[in-house]
């Protein structure tokens, strides 16, 4: 029986991905992009794709590529491709965002880089797709968390598409639309598919799998996981009608926007009684930081999921509704992605680090990588920053958010220097430490020196000596 | 048969820890059956509390270290299997 192994270059894209929050947690706290500028101008465009493609789609290919070959029992297919893919991401969304620079005036560049930078994007994502498709559908029959996989990454591509699309239109190259018009209409059901389907559908999937394992819970049935999947399917799929409407002529409105919502709203209520049931089930009663901290993520989920439609129907305004797509970003996926990275970090370590004393001995444990209580002080710090950006963006109070994202910032930015600290075992004494040579990079695992017992699959026959 | 080794065997795998809970893999029912011969040819099943999990290969190993540094045992065959497939009611209370 194959095993899955440690997916090499993982560390890699969590480091890129939290550059590029911190970057625009910084660019929020100088007052670049919205409430300062509008929600469409470039801007805002730029910050906001230095969070959706920078930190959360990073973040979680990174996370993909290490849990989905365990997920399935499978090692990774394509694994060579995992660093082209990273590199090819970080340029294109460098380009894209060079493109939105100029559009904003800051620099004197060709507005082609818009195009060329999807295009990188649309590259580095077909060859993460290629690489997690081809995993997903060696092993036999297709899950149901795979299932949910695989419709994220369908939003993905109609992510990836729609926004090339909407880059040649910026670019002054959108002749060959006619009189079909994709902006602005388009970009609630871009959004829609980017950070619902392709980040909040895939987390929701693999949640599911994952807290199991993390809580030593039982796992919920599929006939109780497969609702999340319809209504969440059938929202995303009225999401792709609405994004290709304009080729038939038709404009979706506000009505289709909360016909949407409605349907991820249900499948987000089978979704917390599900996690809510894992919790209550579960057999690691002492709670670790990373479940704990996501709590406060579950909390910003159902507060934006359910005030979101009723804002589109009062037509409460920019403010109001870029208060909870905020807490939706930040709060949910961005909390839920930060507490997770914690515990993928502590865990891949160990592996790199304590394997070889497995029943030899005293090792540490995972959880022992961890500096606590002082992680959970920074998540606090964090989710502070996110509850008060989100009151501030809905006041339409631009300094308070400035302050609000400082704090953000400060969170984050200990959380990162906590997990460098897990990779360079900090937290452990000296004399539990390997030598020097032989600990974790901090960029990239040691993937090959471990493969051998990975991938040993033959019976064991070892007398005693 | 050789009941007094299988309880030997079992006794030392106490000392091998799940390095996320802390517990043995006896006490996490992750060994389904330890079976020894009078010469002292011992076989163990054992799993996972998830397939592929990159931790399975270690634990193999590490369960056929510890079974195999018994006095008495003479080889150790250690099957990995996920039928039945583990789940979190196969825990030991504590």
């Given at each position: 029986m194959?095993?899955?192994?440690l997916?090499?270059w993982?560390?890699s894209?969590?480091a890129?991905?939290?550059?590029f ?19 469409v101008?470039?801007?805002?465009l730029l ?5 959706a493609?920078g ?7 990174g ?18 491709l ?6 090819m ?5 460098a ?21 060329l ?14 690489m ?33 699309g ?7 190259h ?12 388009g ?6 598919l980017?950070l619902?389907g ?7 999937g693999?949640?599911?799998?994952l807290?199991?394992m ?8 599929s006939?109780r ?17 609405g ?18 919502l409605?349907?991820?709203?249900l ?17 690691r ?7 704990l ?19 589109v129907?009062?037509?409460?305004g ?6 909870l ?15 997770q ?7 891949v ?11 030899r001995g ?5 959880g ?27 006041i339409a ?6 302050l609000?994202?400082?704090l953000c ?9 906590e997990?460098i600290?897990?990779?360079r ?19 990239a ?14 019976r064991i ?5 | ?11 030392a795998?106490?000392?091998?820890l ?5 517990r ?7 060994i389904y059956?330890i079976?020894?011969?009078?010469d ?10 998830t397939?592929?999990?990159?931790l ?12 195999g ?26």
């Amino acid at each position: 029986m194959p095993m899955a192994s440690l997916s090499r270059w993982t560390m890699s894209y969590f480091a890129a991905a939290l550059a590029f929050l911190v970057a625009a947690e910084a660019l929020a706290v100088a007052g670049i992009g919205y409430p300062a500028a509008g929600l469409v101008e470039p801007a805002t465009l730029l910050l906001v794709h230095f969070v959706a493609i920078g930190w959360l789609s990073l973040a979680m290919a990174g996370a993909l590529l290490q849990f989905v070959p365990v997920l399935v029992s499978s090692p990774l297919a394509f694994p060579r491709l995992a660093l082209p893919a990273l590199a090819m991401l970080a340029a294109g969304l460098a380009l894209l965002c060079a493109g939105f620079a100029t559009l904003a005036g800051w620099i004197e560049a060709p507005l082609d880089l818009l195009p060329l930078g999807a295009a990188f994007l649309l590259c580095g994502f077909s060859l993460l797709g290629l690489m997690l498709v081809a995993t997903l559908l060696s092993a036999r029959p297709v899950a149901l968390f795979a299932r949910f996989v695989l419709t994220g990454l369908a939003c993905l591509a109609a992510t990836a598409l729609s926004g090339a699309g909407f880059s040649t239109l910026l670019s002054g190259h959108g002749d060959w639309l006619g009189t079909v018009t994709l902006l602005p209409d388009g970009l609630p059901f871009h959004a829609l598919l980017g950070l619902g389907g392709w980040l909040g559908l895939i987390a929701v999937g693999v949640s599911y799998r994952l807290f199991v394992m993390f809580m030593m819970a039982p796992e919920p049935p599929s006939r109780r996981v497969r609702p999340v999947l319809l209504l969440a399917g059938l929202g995303f799929g009225l999401a792709l009608v609405g994004l290709a409407a304009p080729f038939a002529g038709i404009e979706p409105g506000a009505l289709w926007i909360t016909a949407i919502l409605a349907a991820l709203i249900l499948a987000s209520l089978f979704y917390a009684r599900d996690i809510l049931t894992l919790y209550r089930a579960r057999r690691r009663k002492a709670l670790e930081i990373n479940m704990l901290a996501s709590i406060p993520a579950f909390g910003a989920l159902g507060l934006g999921l359910t005030l979101l439609p009723v804002a589109v129907i009062a037509h409460a305004g920019d403010g109001a509704i870029a208060a909870l797509v905020f807490l939706i970003a930040f709060g949910w996926l961005g909390g839920l992605t930060m507490a997770q990275l914690v515990k993928i970090v502590s865990f891949v370590t160990w592996l790199e680090t304590y394997t070889p004393r497995l029943g030899r001995g005293p090792a540490p444990r995972v959880g022992d990588l961890v500096a606590m209580p002082r992680t959970g002080w920074w998540f606090l710090l964090y989710y502070g920053g996110v509850g008060l950006a989100a009151a501030t963006l809905a006041i339409a109070a631009s300094t308070g958010f400035r302050l609000a994202m400082a704090l953000c910032l400060a969170g984050t930015a200990g959380i990162v220097t906590e997990l460098i600290g897990i990779r360079r075992l900090s937290q452990i004494k000296a004399s539990d430490r390997p030598p020097a040579h032989e600990r974790p990079r901090l960029l990239a695992a040691r993937a090959e020196e471990r493969k051998p017992a990975h991938v040993e699959t033959g019976r064991i026959a070892r007398p005693r000596a | 048969m050789n009941a007094g080794l299988e309880r030997l065997v079992e006794i030392a795998l106490r000392d091998v820890l799940d390095p996320e809970i802390g517990r043995s893999v006896v006490d996490l029912g992750l060994i389904y059956a330890i079976a020894a011969t009078p010469d002292g040819r011992v076989s163990i099943t054992m799993t996972t509390t998830t397939r592929g999990c990159p931790l399975a290969g270690f634990l193999k190993e590490a369960v056929a270290m510890a079974a195999g540094a018994v006095e008495g045992v003479t080889a150790v065959e250690v099957t990995l299997t996920y039928e039945p497939a583990w789940e979190p009611a196969m825990i030991a209370a504590e």
